[in-house]
């Protein structure tokens, strides 16, 4: 018999031995469903790792002011967070306390993100005289270049490449970043040549039965050079979507051996851009000491989030959520003003919709206060500005919360956005 139906038989056999059970009462209904707690008026305020990481950075730095690499973590941390004056001041702590290839290689970095290229070929060519490692000292002109280059920098791009070549004459790289901007700025016969090279290069490579890793390095640059060589249209590449800004020239123009690095003045706001929609920039005025990320979603229209956050719980401290989308039609603002106050849970106080304009700027924003919040409570937020926005070619709607009902905080909301700039930084065509 199957063990299935062999286990069937025996439970009825056992139910027939055992005598019947006495009848029970049937069941009290079950008790309805609590309702769900109301959805809270803000986002809870969540650690932050990236503050958590300059947290601790800046605690290393404190305990141990003559230690290179606790400058050079935070540094890292501060560059993550785009507070890129704060993040290059550290970066040249660390050079002074040790001049090495670690400490030269992070100032480069952040000179690259701060957009000060010479001092990053400058920073990059002291890698390279502290290192007998070619690919190593390389591959940071690649970065540059290959950034360069996204930011249509041609010139600027084939220089860094041209010294890579000399430290790693025939890395393979160099050959494909120098393929593909030739590619993209119609220069055809001298990309064909470059490709041509790439492809002899890979297939010898490739002879050797490399590790997976690198055949799948390997074969996308065998792609690109049969694209090449057989005159298909190559497209450049757009911007990484990375926020960053551009350092002020003290941050870069500078003899480590005549001034110290702690002695470089932060400015007390800074410019900060963000790469929405290829080349189209959004550019805020934003104080130095506040932390940003950008994340960047695909699909038409092309669309951003952007998040802000000043030092975290303070009394004074903010999260600021910014969604950025592409848009060549005029919206409607006073519909999504309605579509921003219906989303906000609970039942706010809603205050009166202002409107303001600027040249090639409108906008709409209102303030929310949350009745149920409790004064001083460090795990909420009291108070929203709300406001939807129309700049250029992009459509914004940003919600700042606030601890405080400070009218100074909603003053300087409004000042903020209305000093955004869209820039279009689009590389010529050739």
């Known amino acids: ?26 069941p009290a209904p079950a008790p309805a469903p609590a309702p769900a707690p109301p959805k809270p008026f803000a986002p809870v305020l969540q650690t932050n790792p990236v503050l958590a990481e300059i947290a601790t950075a800046e605690r290393s730095a404190a305990d141990r002011p003559d230690d290179a690499e606790a400058w050079r973590r935070l540094a890292l941390a501060l560059r993550r967070a785009n507070r890129l004056q704060e ?71 084939m220089r860094a490449y041209a010294r890579a070549d000399e430290l790693a004459p025939g890395h393979p790289l160099v050959l494909y970043d120098r393929a593909l901007l030739l590619a993209t700025s119609g220069q055809i016969a001298q990309a064909q040549g470059e490709a041509t090279k790439l492809r002899n290069v890979v297939d010898r490579l490739l002879e050797d039965r490399p590790p997976l890793e690198m055949v799948e390095i390997l074969e996308p640059m065998k792609a690109l050079t ?65 932390t940003d990320s950008l994340d960047v979603t695909k699909g038409e229209p092309a669309s951003a989030r952007i998040r802000v956050e000043a030092n975290s719980g303070g009394p004074r401290s903010v999260l600021w959520l910014l969604t950025v989308t592409g848009s060549r039609q005029a919206p409607d603002l006073d519909r999504l003003v309605v579509q921003a106050q219906r989303s906000l849970a609970g039942t706010p106080i809603l205050g009166e919709v202002r409107s303001f304009t600027d040249r090639d700027l409108e906008g709409r924003a209102f303030v929310a206060d949350d009745p149920g919040a409790r004064p001083g409570d460090p795990g909420g937020f009291s108070r929203a500005w709300v406001a939807v926005m129309r700049t250029g070619d992009f459509l914004v709607t940003a919600t700042r919360f606030l601890h405080d009902r400070d009218p100074g905080l909603v003053d300087e909301s409004e000042r903020i956005l209305r000093a955004a700039k869209v820039r279009d930084l689009t590389p010529p065509h050739r």
């Open 1 to 26: 018999m199957p063990r299935t139906r062999l286990l069937l038989a025996l439970a009825l056999l056992g139910a027939c031995a055992r005598p019947m059970p006495a009848p029970v009462p049937a």
């Open 87 to 157: 993040a290059a001041r550290a970066a040249w702590r660390a050079v002074e306390l040790a001049p090495s290839v670690e400490s030269w290689t992070s100032l480069g970095n952040v000179l690259i993100q701060g957009g000060a290229p010479n001092g990053a070929v400058a920073a990059f060519e002291e890698v390279s005289r502290l290192t007998n490692d070619g690919f190593l000292a390389a591959q940071n002109f690649l970065s540059l270049g290959y950034r360069a280059w996204r930011w249509g920098m041609d010139d600027l791009a």
């Open 226 to 290: 049969e694209s090449i060589i057989n005159g298909d249209a190559i497209a450049r590449r757009p911007p990484q979507p990375e926020p960053g800004q551009r350092l002020p020239d003290r941050f870069w123009r500078r003899d480590p051996s005549q001034n110290h690095a702690l002695d470089l003045a932060v400015d007390e706001t800074s410019e900060r851009y963000y790469p929405i929609t290829g080349w189209h920039v959004l550019a805020l005025n934003l104080p130095s000491g506040w």
